[in-house]
């Protein structure tokens, strides 16, 4: 019980009434909806915002050498302060630049590119690794299962940001030394999911059947592990991804991070607060609120993923729940 | 119970010596925090000299060695960035402000979260819940940093209705609010779905065609049953506080709590500090993990510690 | 329901007995009191305070904020400007120094006389006693300097470099001490502009953090670690009695928070105010301190190695725009050595070299390295005010005049790898360099001899000069010495000169003080009005 992706949802079997009340429409309905995923995100609005939010910011991000003015590093004294083109810049800095003369605009398009790839790298490593751990306990049980489990158990209590931290201060700051060390803190989470769903793919009878006919591990993975993992690890991938990219923004905060010369928004917010708090705070509101934007967006979607991608477990649950009001007092 | 508590207190033991050990292998094999030390201006020798002296050029095994004889007695070293002060005694000296921070920041987030809560599940889906649950999605997803930029410009730079800094309860007005805001989201979702839960649930419908008020009834069962994911929750809020993000929070408000010390012991490569540090954070996250399943137990005896 | 409010009022009450426990540290100063009558809060209650209570002195109470915590107290062991902040006014040397740099008696009568090549005569003032009252005389002075000499054996200090020289200290009479040095020094006066002085029974302790006990106008009354530490008048004071009473230093990292609180009237004064920040504070004070933001060129090896390079890389900054926009306006261009104008052996004669961009393009493409890359590093901690945007901002002037420039900002750690690094120099090093003792020489020894560990020079008659400036007794021979030193380096350019940025203040508006070239904070220069 002492690991945040539990603790954050503990309230998982209410997930059903939760969306759907949300959505305030009975959930019965919602499952008879028509036209698919897609249909379901336009319904959606908030879903549906999200989702297209995010969408081009990450193809800003994608395109950001073609988009941006200029080179988010090319400082030049003689632009400082320039002001934004709505206040009578120029649009060689359409958002104006910064006290070093960097383009404002160039340094957010970098920085989401920056976000979202070391978001994405982490979800990556810390995944790949998890679920291989995950399936291997599960897989093998016994005394691998105990021990892997236990290491699991055991990092699950280490203070990650601190050791983060600390690793950074020692390895230094860059996209890559940040994603592996900000990996080697998460991983746990995905061990512990996949194993759930190898131990509970394995009872089913088809599949014990599967092993008792002599099917190869392997083949019972890939056929009937990795389908089933495809749910729940969605979900999970995408709340992981949001919190990836506030450590991330909090270590370069601490400038324990990204340094220059990469570009990320949590750098941005550090400098501006140190040097623009009773200047122009703009700079510190913009890097901010893109952050904020971004992983608002990310959470609205994962929950909405995570009612939509289930329909059977919501029928499941709303089972089980039904049942167990009846009887328990 | 008892056993279980025990077997917990073993496996916690087991945690606080893996961490421990990882600091010390990482920070002896990469770091070296002499460089910090001296002036500038200092020759190699005199460096090597003060590596020696501090016996940092030993072989690892012998200074891990020598580090779990005195752990077992009590002693973590000498900081070196708080010259001649042992690192256990730095701990204690910083951590109380910590402790401080982190008990307003979650006294803020129960009393702002649960009444939250409960509003937003007494209509489902309507105004005052979307409203709500989206403040609460957007207090949750706001790095905390950000926010406390924002509550400063707002409440110190412009307003100057707070000041922040080392100091009284006043300077700690601010700092609590952005511990606890991110918090109350998290923790309004929760008592939002079990107030839900109960209000739909059979035992509720009944007992409201008897004609007992709304009050009673949430009074009485609701708000038991929401105790169990809440203080869960809550338990993970603190620990995720306590060992990581009173570190932010301090920095941006500049509390000198035991937090802003990790930062500076980690950016000053004070070995000894940063071990204390971990240690007693590992030793906090422990208990508290503990505790949480002790009020587990309390709040519901059906529930079977595993 | 009940086991729920049982548990929910144990957490109230456990949030409230917490903040109960850390509530009394409020000021125990506060800064809107009428400055006309205060008396110092009574240091009897902590364990850590001071020996003696100096009885009720008239006189304003002040709030001082410091960007860092002293790491120790102990006036020996640490090299630390929050240690030196307190401590300068709790303890006294032997020489002092005029608010513009000159050497001055303090603890002596006189400036020492020399008895031989390497014997120093000090005559010590009468009367002056320390805080526990103890009586001040030579055998202070000779603890004293055989503690400093036993810390530097000991590998316990971090000032060897000021003290190395010494050898030992004789008491002649009660007040007549010799102080003797490894060879000829003409650094020892000053030496003991720096090295406080304590009692014979304090020198014989590990560490003083708990209870500094000096000369000074001011005595220790408690602290509170990671909050604040306050100090008090002492009556029994040798020298004019301070208008100010009683003084707290609060401790405030962040820059924005500091300025917050000078508005708010928390603090009185600030020190390392942005510069960007000036306009925001009741008062500002400036001063050209000894801050000297210079870059090591590699001399030796690599693309910095033609000597037009060297020039061109310096041509093609433009330190007055540095100036004015890094630095707000608050530095100067410096002028082609790293010795500022208040310091023996500045050359008057040297300019800054100016800022030609073409001149610079056209240097390194006769040099045949247009386009090449050029490694510049730098430190990403903030260590010295703006540096970042400082080496940033080089940066980009050397990618106008045509080099690529690989600009590294490694964590403190790292860079402190790359300075130290003799065998593989790197093109350009970035580093702040500051003369605390006001002497030449170990500024010189660090950077300019090739011996010294931040050097990036193979110049041999260059080492010899800065050798023979320190070991010259001659205040005048030392002078022309060094400038002869800092011409060479000029000539060669061994630096990329930048800006010597000022010390920025921030008062609030009844603060009265002027900053001082050695950036010590002396309460005793201080006062109030109003």
């Known amino acids: 019980m002492s690991d945040e992706y539990t603790a954050q949802h503990a309230d998982e079997e209410h997930a059903t009434d939760d969306e759907a009340a949300i959505q305030g429409r009975p959930y019965e309905i919602s499952a008879a909806r028509r036209g698919g995923l897609f249909g379901e995100l336009v319904r959606d609005k908030l879903g549906f915002a999200s989702a297209l939010f995010l969408t081009l910011l990450a193809l800003a991000a994608l395109f950001a050498p073609l988009l941006a003015p200029d080179d988010p590093n090319r400082g030049n004294l003689s632009r400082s302060m320039a002001s934004p083109v709505w206040n009578g810049g120029s649009w060689s800095n359409p958002m104006g630049a910064d006290w070093q003369g960097y383009d404002v605009l160039s340094r957010l398009l970098y920085g989401a590119r920056t976000s979202l790839f070391i978001g994405l790298l982490v979800v990556a490593l810390a995944g790949t690794f998890g679920i291989i751990v995950g399936v291997i306990s599960g897989y093998k049980g016994g005394r691998v299962d105990r021990w892997l489990m236990g290491w699991v158990d055991v990092q699950v209590s280490f203070p990650g940001l601190l050791l983060a931290m600390l690793l950074v201060a020692l390895v230094g700051g860059t996209v890559w030394t940040v994603a592996i060390i900000l990996a080697v803190n998460g991983w746990m989470v995905y061990a512990r999911m996949t194993r759930g769903v190898v131990l509970s793919v394995r009872e089913r009878p088809f599949v014990e059947a599967a092993e008792m006919v002599g099917s190869s591990p392997l083949r019972v993975i890939t056929k009937h592990v990795l389908p089933n993992l495809v749910t729940p690890l969605a979900t999970l991938a995408v709340l992981e991804f949001a919190r990836i990219i506030l450590a991330e923004a909090a270590l370069s905060f601490l400038g324990l991070g990204i340094q220059y010369p990469g570009v990320t928004w949590g750098l941005d917010i550090a400098r501006a607060g140190d040097h623009e708090l009773f200047g122009n705070q703009w700079l510190i509101i913009y890097p901010g609120l893109l952050l904020s934007l971004t992983v608002l967006a990310v959470n609205l979607l994962s929950s909405w993923l995570r009612v939509m991608l289930d329909p059977q477990e919501r029928e499941k649950r709303y089972a089980a729940s039904v049942t167990d009001k009846a009887g328990g007092m | 119970m008892g056993r279980y508590i025990g077997r917990r207190l073993i496996q916690g033991l087991v945690v606080i010596f893996g961490v421990t050990v990882f600091v010390f292998v990482v920070t002896r094999l990469i770091g070296d925090p002499v460089k910090f030390m001296l002036p500038l201006s200092a020759t190699p020798e005199q460096r090597e000299a003060r590596r020696d002296a501090m016996g940092l050029n030993d072989p690892l095994v012998q200074q891990f060695g020598r580090f779990l004889r005195d752990l077992v007695q009590g002693d973590l070293g000498e900081s070196s960035y708080v010259r001649g002060t042992p690192a256990l005694e730095v701990v204690f000296d910083y951590l109380p402000r910590t402790l401080q921070l982190v008990a307003v920041g979650m006294l803020l987030a129960i009393v702002l979260s649960i009444p939250l809560g409960v509003i937003a599940s007494r209509k489902p889906g309507g105004t005052t819940d979307r409203v709500l649950t989206t403040l609460s999605l957007i207090g949750l997803s706001m790095p905390q940093f950000f926010l406390g930029y924002v509550l400063m410009i707002a409440f110190t730079v412009r307003l100057r209705w707070f000041e922040t800094g080392p100091g009284g309860f006043m300077n700690l007005v601010l700092p609590s609010i952005c511990l606890a805001l991110p918090a109350v989201g998290r923790l309004a979702v929760v008592v939002r779905s079990a107030m839900i839960d109960e209000l739909n649930s059979q035992y509720v419908k009944v007992a409201k065609a008897k004609g007992l008020t709304r009050r009673r009834i949430l009074g009485v069962h609701a708000l038991r049953n929401a105790g169990i994911p809440y203080v869960t929750l809550l338990g993970w809020e603190v620990i995720r506080a306590i060992a990581g993000y009173t570190v932010v929070v301090e920095s941006v408000f500049n509390w000198p709590g035991l937090g802003f010390m990790a930062s500076t012991a980690v950016k000053n490569q004070d070995f000894y500090l940063i071990q204390a540090i971990v240690f007693v954070v590992a030793v906090m996250v422990v208990l508290i993990n503990i505790a949480v399943d002790i009020a587990y137990k309390l709040l519901d005896p059906r529930v079977k510690l595993s | ?530």
């Open chain 3, 1 to 530: 329901m009940r086991t729920r409010h049982r548990l929910l009022s144990a957490l109230v009450v456990l949030g409230v007995v917490a903040s109960a426990c850390g509530g009394d540290d409020d000021d125990t100063t506060s800064t809107d009191t009428p400055p006309a009558t205060e008396a110092p809060t009574d240091s009897g209650e902590t364990p850590t305070t001071s020996p003696t209570t100096s009885p009720a002195i008239e006189g304003a109470s002040i709030t001082i904020a410091l960007g860092s915590e002293p790491t120790s107290l102990d006036p020996h062991i640490v090299d630390d400007g929050g240690e030196r902040a307190i401590n300068d006014n709790i303890y006294e040397t032997l020489l002092a120094r005029t608010p513009d740099g000159e050497l001055i008696p303090s603890l002596a009568t006189d400036l020492p006389t020399l008895i031989d090549d390497t014997t120093w005569e000090f005559t010590l003032r009468e009367g002056v006693t320390f805080h526990d009252g103890t009586p001040f005389n030579a055998d202070a002075v000779v603890a004293t300097v055989e503690r400093m000499i036993g810390l530097i054996a000991a590998e316990g200090t971090d000032n060897a470099g000021f003290y190395d020289t010494l050898t030992g200290a004789t008491a002649i009479d009660e007040h007549t001490v010799q102080i003797t040095t490894s060879g000829p020094d003409g650094v020892l006066p000053a030496r003991m502009y720096w090295l406080k002085i304590v009692t014979p029974a304090d020198a014989a302790k590990d560490d003083l953090s708990s209870a500094p006990n000096g000369t000074g106008p001011y005595a220790f009354v408690e602290r509170e670690t990671g909050v604040a530490i306050e100090l008090a008048a002492y009556a029994g004071y040798w020298g004019d009695a301070p208008s100010i009473a009683d003084v707290t230093y609060r401790f405030v990292t962040e820059g924005g928070t500091r300025l917050a609180g000078l508005k708010s009237g928390q603090y009185d004064l600030i020190t390392n105010l942005p510069p960007n920040d000036v306009a925001q504070a009741p008062q500002a004070a400036a001063i050209q301190g000894q801050e000297n933001p210079i870059i090591i060129l590699d001399a030796d090896d690599g693309i910095t190695a033609d000597v037009n390079v060297r020039k061109a890389l310096n041509l093609a900054l433009d330190k007055q725009a540095i100036a004015d926009v890094v630095y707000a306006g608050y530095a100067v261009p410096v002028d082609g050595q790293l010795l500022s104008p208040s310091i023996l052996g500045h050359n008057d004669d040297i300019n800054a070299y100016p800022y030609d961009p073409e001149q610079a393009k056209q240097l390194l493409e006769e040099a045949g390295v247009a386009g090449e890359t050029i490694t510049l590093v730098g430190e990403s901690s903030g260590r010295w005010l703006n540096d970042r945007e400082l080496v940033e901002a080089i940066a980009s002037y050397w990618t106008e005049a045509g080099l690529n420039v690989d600009l590294q900002t490694p964590e403190f750690g790292a860079y402190l790898d790359v300075l130290f690094d003799r065998s593989n120099r790197a093109d350009a090093i970035f580093v702040s360099s500051s003369n605390d003792l006001l002497d030449p020489s170990r500024q010189l020894n660090t950077y300019y001899s090739l011996s010294g560990v931040g050097s990036s020079n193979s110049n041999a008659e260059l080492q010899q000069l800065v050798a023979d400036g320190q070991s010259s007794l001659d205040a005048d021979e030392r002078a022309t010495i060094y400038q002869e030193a800092v011409q060479i380096a000029y000539d060669e350019a061994y630096f990329a000169f930048l800006v010597s940025n000022q010390d920025l203040y921030g008062l609030s508006e009844r603060m009265e003080w002027t900053p001082r070239v050695d950036s010590k904070l002396l309460v005793k220069e201080m006062s109030v009005n109003g």
